[in-house]
T-cell receptor, first 115, second 113 residues
Framework: DAGVIQSPRHEVTEMGQEVTLRCKPI?????LFWYRQTMMRGLELLIY????????DSGMPEDRFSAKMPNASFSTLKIQPSEPRDSAVYFC?????????????FGPGTRLTVL | KQEVTQIPAALSVPEGENLVLNCSFT??????LQWFRQDPGKGLTSLLL?????REQTSGRLNASLDKSSGRSTLYIAASQPGDSATYLC????????????FGKGTKLSVKP
């Protein structure tokens, strides 16, 4: 298996622009997680899905952030409009139906820079 | 609110040394605890997962222990190698919200040849 795939790997944009981050989970996994990592706050869960349904979005910082999972093999995290404080590394992770008895498998991340 | 703390923030050791990384958490009502490794510019790789009913897990040169009552975990690395240089993250999963992995900020390990 190719593992969790994220695109793009790097994104540089200007304040006010819309940003879309993409994730393809490991085939057969039922859970998908979006995290954000910054030096100040470390790794924080933004939202997670179970069988394509959002379960907990309490970590989404504000209404400018939205996430969708239209099918079992694809998810997006959208920021509109983007702000410099959104600059961070965004990780997607997936896990089998055995979560939390199984681990989460992380993608390589998308490094977002908002100028 | 659960908080996870890792000490030290950074550690430098000569090759061959045995070392211990520490993790503490404030609420003992956890479902499991995991140790991850993060290499620069890359994602996280799971090293060991300890369920709340377990006391330790071992994988090769790595051994992780869990003392839920005291809110502590340690990651023991035997005979360290330069390839072990990375940031090590501890995370706990809370039973009430099964999706919520709460991470410490990590210990950056450097193993000098």
């Amino acid at each position: 298996d190719a593992g969790v795939i994220q695109s793009p790997r790097h994104e540089v944009t200007e304040m006010g622009q819309e940003v879309t981050l993409r994730c393809k989970p490991i085939s057969g996994h039922d859970y998908l997680f979006w995290y954000r990592q910054t030096m100040m706050r470390g790794l924080e869960l933004l939202i997670y899905f179970n069988n394509n349904v959002p379960i907990d979005d309490s970590g989404m910082p504000e209404d400018r952030f939205s996430a969708k999972m239209p099918n079992a093999s694809f998810s997006t995290l959208k920021i509109q409009p983007s702000e410099p404080r959104d600059s961070a590394v965004y990780f997607c992770a997936s896990s089998s139906r055995r979560w939390p008895l199984d681990t989460q498998y992380f993608g390589p991340g998308t490094r977002l820079t908002v100028l | 609110k659960q908080e996870v703390t890792q000490i030290p923030a950074a550690l430098s050791v000569p090759e061959g040394e045995n070392l211990v990384l520490n993790c503490s958490f404030t609420d003992s009502a956890i479902y499991n605890l995991q140790w991850f490794r993060q290499d620069p510019g890359k994602g996280l790789t799971s090293l060991l997962l300890i369920q709340s009913s377990q006391r330790e897990q071992t994988s090769g040169r790595l051994n992780a222990s869990l003392d839920k009552s005291s809110g502590r975990s340690t990651l023991y690395i035997a005979a360290s190698q330069p390839g072990d240089s990375a940031t090590y993250l501890c995370a706990v999963s809370e039973g009430g919200s099964q999706g919520n992995l709460i991470f410490g900020k990590g210990t950056k390990l450097s193993v000098k040849p």
